[in-house]
């Protein structure tokens, strides 16, 4: 299992310029890639990275996907309108997105996709898309099994504390006999309690990817937006036994140089934990098999 990075930045896209540099931790909104077995592509949520994702793939002639939607706030939905496979013949696109408490009847992503392309927001609306689409919900607790031939990812939700709701995903899969798995945790605000259901959700995984977009100074006027900092995260790292932290979802203002300096920081306060941690950057590519 081979986890890519499109997308590392929350809120907005944040192009590189001379005053704030991203070129090393990425400009582009949410969105990663999961390649596994065979020649098998999960792509979890569709952020503005999608669109240079979208690119490459259709390159590569790739005419099936499977997205995993985590919620339907705008920077993880953004890049789906510029995705190029979706206006061709030929491709086939399964998604798989939450039933959040309390939302309204019909599939919350199928509804957000549509209206994003509807005018007056967007000129090709989603029926002009020329893919063939096929859409399933998800509960908190819920499997989800996915399968290709011999291969195959288990997949299981718990609800995170968000604003309109959002879920983290386990994914389970197995190479050379022995299982590897991954949690991602973007749009997630810990709570003061542990074990809650991410703690309970990523014990023991291989891989811990969560929302630290704040510093603690910073948190501190925004508590219930929604987001964490690099210390929350490995609280519940450490709560979860995880085995290693990447945190991502970074915020629009901080720059390469903000980053960085906040990763040597919080690596030197992380060394008693036990647990290696880091920052995810965009193009970054995480093999979760084990050697053969």
Same mark, same amino acid.
């Given at each position: 299992?081979?986890?890519?990075?499109?997308?590392?930045?929350?809120?907005?896209?944040?192009?590189?310029?001379?005053?704030?540099?991203?070129?090393?931790?990425?400009?582009?909104t949410?969105?990663?890639?999961?390649?596994?077995?065979?020649?098998?592509?999960?792509?979890?949520?569709?952020?503005?990275?999608?669109?240079?994702?979208?690119?490459?793939?259709?390159?590569?002639?790739?005419t099936?996907f499977?997205?995993?939607?985590?919620?339907?706030?705008?920077?993880?939905?953004?890049?789906?309108?510029?995705?190029?496979?979706?206006?061709?013949?030929?491709v086939?696109?399964?998604?798989?997105?939450?039933?959040?408490?309390?939302?309204?009847?019909?599939?919350?992503?199928?509804?957000?996709?549509?209206?994003?392309?509807s005018?007056?927001?967007?000129?090709?609306?989603?029926?002009?898309?020329?893919?063939?689409?096929?859409?399933?919900?998800?509960?908190?607790?819920? *499997?989800?099994? /996915?399968?290709?031939?011999?291969?195959?990812? +288990?997949?299981? =939700?718990? !609800?995170?504390?968000? $604003?309109? #709701?959002?879920?983290?995903?386990?994914?389970?899969?197995?190479?050379?006999?022995?299982?590897?798995?991954?949690?991602?945790?973007?749009?997630?605000?810990?709570?003061?309690?542990?074990?809650?259901?991410?703690?309970?959700?990523?014990?023991?995984?291989?891989?811990?990817?969560?929302?630290?977009?704040?510093?603690a100074?910073?948190?501190?006027?925004?508590?219930?937006?929604?987001?964490?900092?690099?210390?929350?995260?490995?609280?519940?790292?450490?709560?979860?036994?995880a085995?290693?932290?990447?945190?991502?979802?970074?915020?629009?203002?901080?720059? *390469?140089?903000? /980053?960085?300096?906040?990763?040597?920081?919080? +690596?030197?306060? =992380?060394? !008693?934990?036990?647990? $290696?941690? #880091?920052?995810?950057?965009?193009?970054?590519?995480?093999?979760l098999?084990?050697?053969?």
């Amino acid at each position: 299992m081979k986890i890519h990075f499109w997308g590392t930045r929350g809120s907005i896209p944040s192009p590189s310029t001379a005053a704030t540099p991203t070129h090393e931790f990425g400009g582009d909104t949410t969105c990663l890639s999961l390649a596994w077995g065979k020649d098998n592509l999960l792509v979890i949520d569709a952020g503005s990275g999608l669109r240079q994702a979208g690119l490459n793939w259709a390159r590569e002639g790739r005419t099936s996907f499977t997205f995993l939607f985590t919620h339907s706030h705008w920077d993880h939905l953004q890049g789906f309108p510029f995705f190029t496979p979706a206006f061709q013949d030929g491709v086939t696109i399964t998604i798989y997105s939450p039933r959040l408490p309390g939302a309204h009847a019909g599939n919350l992503i199928e509804r957000s996709l549509h209206a994003q392309q509807s005018e007056p927001f967007f000129p090709a609306g989603f029926p002009q898309l020329r893919a063939r689409f096929t859409f399933h919900e998800i509960q908190p607790d819920q *499997d989800c099994k /996915l399968t290709s031939g011999p291969d195959s990812l +288990q997949i299981r =939700a718990a !609800s995170l504390p968000h $604003p309109g #709701g959002c879920l983290a995903y386990r994914i389970e899969g197995a190479t050379v006999g022995k299982a590897r798995s991954f949690v991602f945790a973007t749009d997630h605000e810990p709570p003061a309690s542990s074990p809650n259901p991410l703690t309970r959700l990523a014990q023991d995984t291989d891989l811990l990817i969560s929302d630290g977009q704040y510093t603690a100074a910073e948190y501190k006027s925004r508590v219930g937006w929604g987001h964490g900092t690099p210390e929350l995260c490995l609280r519940e790292a450490v709560a979860a036994r995880a085995r290693r932290l990447l945190i991502t979802h970074f915020d629009p203002t901080h720059s *390469d140089t903000t /980053l960085a300096g906040l990763e040597t920081e919080f +690596q030197k306060s =992380a060394q !008693s934990s036990g647990i $290696p941690v #880091g920052f995810a950057r965009q193009g970054q590519t995480i093999d979760l098999d084990p050697p053969r």
